[in-house]
Structures are given as structure tokens and as C-alpha cells.
């Protein structure tokens, strides 16, 4: 199994970026997939998840609203659009199938990870 993740660089704060998570291997219809960040000095954290049937659910308050995750089934790719962006926002993003259908924003629970596209955030 492979995810490509991709759609990174660099926006000023206000913009827009789009990223896309690519699979080989497994198809987003039958596992769950979440997206995840990591900040410079930060614990990766969860963004944003879908489960198998396409349900999401986003974890902080400050990505309700301004975070959406979709897929396309054709293309077997998650993505995951990002409005409003803030300078917090800056990180390394992945994306990663879960284990099971089911989605959650456990690390655990995902066992194929992509390597991670970077989001800078300028001020």
C-alpha cells in the first residue's frame, strides 16, 4: 500500500490550499483515512478524518468550518481543502488508512502513512 500525499507550499494567511492523498493498494471505500499534522516542535495531531461510508468528523474548533475532506471514488483520492488559513496552520500534513472502515484519531489505528506534504503559512 502507498499514499501519495501532495497539494503543499507555501500561502499567505486568508488563502487556500487544497491537498490530495492518493492511494495504491487499498481503496478509500473499503478503509477509513484520516489527516493529521505535525507542527515544528508540535505532536502530530489529528485534523480530520473519514470513515469507509464517507462520514467526517474534524477534531478542533478552529478546522470546523474552515477544513473539508472529500474523495473521489473514481480516483481513489481523499482530499482535503483548507480556506481561511492561519499561520498555525503551518505544518507537515499526512495522510494515512485506517485498519479498518472505521475512523477515529487514534495514530494506532492507521497503519499506512503518506510522507507528508508542507503547509507554510505566511503571516
Known amino acids: 500500500v502507498q499514499l501519495q500525499a501532495s497539494g503543499g507550499g507555501l500561502v499567505q494567511a486568508g488563502g487556500s490550499l487544497r491537498l490530495s492523498c492518493a492511494a495504491l493498494?487499498?481503496?478509500?471505500?473499503?478503509?477509513?483515512m484520516g489527516w493529521f499534522r505535525q507542527a515544528p516542535g508540535k505532536e502530530r495531531e489529528v485534523v480530520g478524518t473519514m470513515t469507509r461510508s464517507g462520514f467526517t468528523t474534524y477534531y478542533t474548533d478552529s478546522e470546523k468550518g474552515r477544513f473539508t475532506i472529500s474523495r473521489d471514488n473514481a480516483k481513489n483520492t481523499v482530499y482535503l481543502q483548507m480556506n481561511s488559513l492561519k499561520p498555525e496552520d503551518t505544518a507537515v500534513y499526512y495522510c494515512?488508512?485506517?485498519?479498518?472502515?472505521?475512523?477515529?484519531?487514534?495514530?494506532?489505528?492507521?497503519?499506512?502513512w503518506g510522507q507528508g506534504t508542507q503547509v507554510t503559512v505566511s503571516s
Open positions: 493498494g487499498r481503496t478509500f471505500i473499503s478503509y477509513g
Open positions: 494515512a488508512t485506517s485498519k479498518t472502515g472505521w475512523a477515529s484519531e487514534r495514530e494506532r489505528d492507521y497503519d499506512y
